[in-house]
């Protein structure tokens, strides 16, 4: 990817539908608006054909699926994502997550970097499958799939 324009290639907002998404506790709730936060702060986003933004995206899950509502001054589309290639990154993403807040509780630093370095691989691959699979629909660098894979965790947790 090359280097995004700073005002036309990027997020300006990120909206949930919460209508869609799973009842959520306080923490969960935290989580996302945490994400969102750290995602609209800074991220490389660009719609492919899509002449400039800055953009907003509205995330809903309808029938096992992430739908991505894009729309830009002069753009709007909506992609949709089956969430079964990430179902095992996600799933796996979340049980080291909570090892490791588990970990921070009493294991050593020793264990604890240990398990951070595996939830980090995690985090990675996921950011990697996410960005693929938006690959000709949806173009970001990998600081930005990486945060929004932190989005779709939040989404996905129960």
């Known amino acids: 990817m090359t280097e995004a324009h ?15 998404l799973p009842a959520a506790t306080a923490e969960i709730e935290h989580e996302r608006r945490v994400a969102i936060f750290d995602l609209v702060e800074r ?10 933004g800055p953009y907003a995206l509205k995330l809903s899950l309808q029938d096992s699926k992430l739908v991505f509502d894009v729309a830009g ?12 290639p990430l179902k095992g990154v996600l799933r796996d993403y979340l049980m080291i997550c ?17 398990v951070d370095m595996g939830r980090r ?29 932190t989005l779709v ?3 996905y947790r129960r």
């Open 153 to 155: 965790c939040a989404l």
């Open 98 to 114: 909570d090892s490791y807040y588990e970990a921070l509780r009493g294991s050593s630093p020793s264990q604890i970097e240990s």
């Open 43 to 52: 991220n490389v986003f660009s719609p492919a054909g899509a002449p400039g």
């Open 6 to 20: 700073p005002d036309t290639e990027r997020l300006a907002s990120v909206e949930l539908d919460a209508a869609t």
């Open 121 to 149: 691989g995690l985090h990675n691959e996921g950011a990697e499958t996410l960005k693929a699979r938006l690959d000709g629909k949806i173009d970001m660098d990998h600081e930005t799939s990486r945060r929004l894979f």
């Open 73 to 84: 001054p002069d753009h709007a589309r909506t992609h949709v994502l089956s969430l079964t």
